[in-house]
């Protein structure tokens, strides 16, 4: 059984910057971040094809968050820039290995982490 573990949440004021990681327990073909915030549906944030390092962002964190990866530790890093209040969410890991769907889907994915929470202030 793969586990997903997620790591940097934290506050922030706006303009500021943190790091998330995620681990999995063992390679994942596929892996990405989705958020939930207040009152909103689960959003794809970010994907990454581990085997290729493809990346893709949602509209929304394009020019401010970057993913990259180490493989040698199966950790999945995204970097977030120039954070807005409106990025404040409790932000979860995913990973899957047979890759079907778009990267922002939920289905795509089989192993999630429980999350970490992203605080944003003006």
């Known amino acids: 059984q793969v586990y997903v573990s997620e790591s940097g949440g934290g506050s922030v004021q706006a303009g500021g910057s943190l790091r998330l990681s995620c681990q999995v327990s063992?390679?994942?073909?596929?892996m990405g971040w989705f958020r939930q915030r207040p009152g909103k549906e689960r959003e794809g944030v970010a994907g990454?094809?581990?085997?290729?390092?493809?990346?893709y962002y949602g509209d929304s964190v394009k020019g401010r968050f970057t993913l990259s990866q180490d493989n040698s530790k199966n950790t999945i890093y995204l970097q977030m820039n120039n954070l807005r209040p409106e990025d404040t969410a409790m932000y979860y890991c995913?990973?899957?290995?047979?890759?079907?769907?778009?990267?922002?889907?939920?289905?795509?994915?089989?192993?999630w982490g429980q999350g970490t929470q992203v605080t944003v202030s003006p």
């Open positions: 990454i094809f581990t085997l290729t390092g493809g990346t």
């Open positions: 063992s390679r994942s073909v596929c």
């Open positions: 995913a990973a899957a290995n047979r890759c079907f769907y778009n990267w922002d889907t939920e289905a795509r994915y089989d192993t």
